[in-house]
């Protein structure tokens, strides 16, 4: 693909049919050699197996592609270098469009901690899990699209920054089986002193439900507590959750892969 000196890399692939398919075809090429087959190429790009045997040809004469028996290719190495250079402008190209142009447009809601005004500047930041916007300078700072009083849900666009907030802790309750006691074994009264610091408390297990039932506590999720516990410390909520003996160590697990830190809590009476 040669390009006037000046001349816009990604306007110079995307404008051209013909060089985006060669840049396909290649690239096909390059995942199934040496045994290629044209017409599964031509069936998945909606093309004719003979445009694709002539691209094919095309690319072999260009030195991109070498050619030894029927049906058997190889990408050569300035094959590979075309490749990994259109792949980069394309790279480029959806960086831009990701982080430059769909930033500009898209519209984050949060709470207005505030009266706010269309077209007013104001720093966005997490507080009990959700965003909030004020016209206090924050790590974030994105524009106001309309007006919305204290308390109202506002739309913040052109966001630039990272929102500052500090990843919730998850507090682990192993509560017995029935087979082993059940919440008869469980300390309530060290149960009641965990979840006085927590704000969402989960429970996995029937046995878990009566410990709750028995310190006068309804929790915050019931079913699909595991998921909603690490959802909620990833933002940054402080969160417990009582989990039954046999599902213990796998969600220990699941918190260690997320990245989340965790308490574990022993109040399983002798």
């Known amino acids: 693909m040669s390009k006037t000196p000046g001349e816009d890399p990604v306007a110079t692939l995307l404008r051209s049919k013909r060089e985006i398919t060669r840049f396909q075809i290649l690239v096909e090429v390059a995942e199934h050699q040496p045994a290629v087959r044209q017409q599964e190429i031509a069936e998945k790009m909606g093309v004719t197996p ?24 190889e990408v050569t190495k300035e094959g590979i270098e075309w490749v990994l250079a259109n792949a980069e402008v394309l790279e480029n190209y959806a960086r831009h469009v990701t982080r430059d142009v769909i930033q500009k447009v898209r519209v984050w809601p949060a709470v207005a901690a505030e009266p706010l005004k269309e ?25 106001v699209i309309a007006d919305a009083e204290a308390g109202q849900d506002v739309g913040v666009a052109r966001l630039a920054g990272l929102i500052d907030h500090t990843e919730g802790t998850v ?9 082993r006691g059940g919440s008869r074994k469980m300390d309530l009264a ?5 979840l006085a610091g927590v704000q969402v408390v989960g429970i996995a297990g029937l046995e878990a439900s009566v410990v709750m039932k028995s310190i006068g506590r309804t ?15 990833f933002h940054g909520v402080e ?15 699941r918190l260690e892969n997320a990245g989340l830190s965790y308490v574990i809590h022993d109040l399983i009476l002798p």
């Open 171 to 179: 507090h682990v309750l192993k509560v017995p089986r029935i087979e």
């Open 239 to 253: 969160c417990a959750i009582l989990i039954v003996d046999e599902e213990f160590t796998d969600f220990l697990k």
């Open 190 to 194: 060290g149960v009641r002193g965990v």
């Open 119 to 143: 077209g007013d500047a104001v720093g966005v930041f997490m507080k009990d899990g959700w965003l909030y916007a004020s016209k206090t300078e924050q790590t974030a700072m994105g524009t």
């Open 50 to 73: 003979q445009a694709v045997s002539e691209y094919i040809r095309e690319l072999s004469d260009d030195g991109f592609v070498s050619a030894y028996g029927r049906g058997r290719y």
């Open 219 to 233: 929790p915050d999720i019931s079913f699909g507590s595991r998921e909603g516990v690490i959802e909620a410390a």
